[in-house]
């Protein structure tokens, strides 16, 4: 898949991603953020934190870091 192929399905997966109010990047629809940075970064790249995690390398991270999204 050529690069620009691959930029064009993210950003489909995006749109996507907006309209359902999932991950962009999985499509995971369990949105629940360690903190208000992770829920503001998910405003601009509609990554789930997994995958904020595994873009920043933050893979350790424990689920028991986690806040939900109606605290």
Known sequence: MRP???IEMFAEMRRRA???GCCASCG???LQF???VSRK???I???CQACQDTVFGLED???DDFISEAE
Do not use: H, P
Request: glycine content about 0%.
């Open 4 to 6: 620009i192929d691959q």
């Open 18 to 20: 907006k309209t359902t």
């Open 28 to 30: 995971n629809k369990n």
């Open 34 to 36: 360690r903190d208000e």
């Open 41 to 43: 970064e998910y405003t």
């Open 45 to 47: 790249s509609l990554l």
């Open 61 to 63: 991270i424990s689920e």
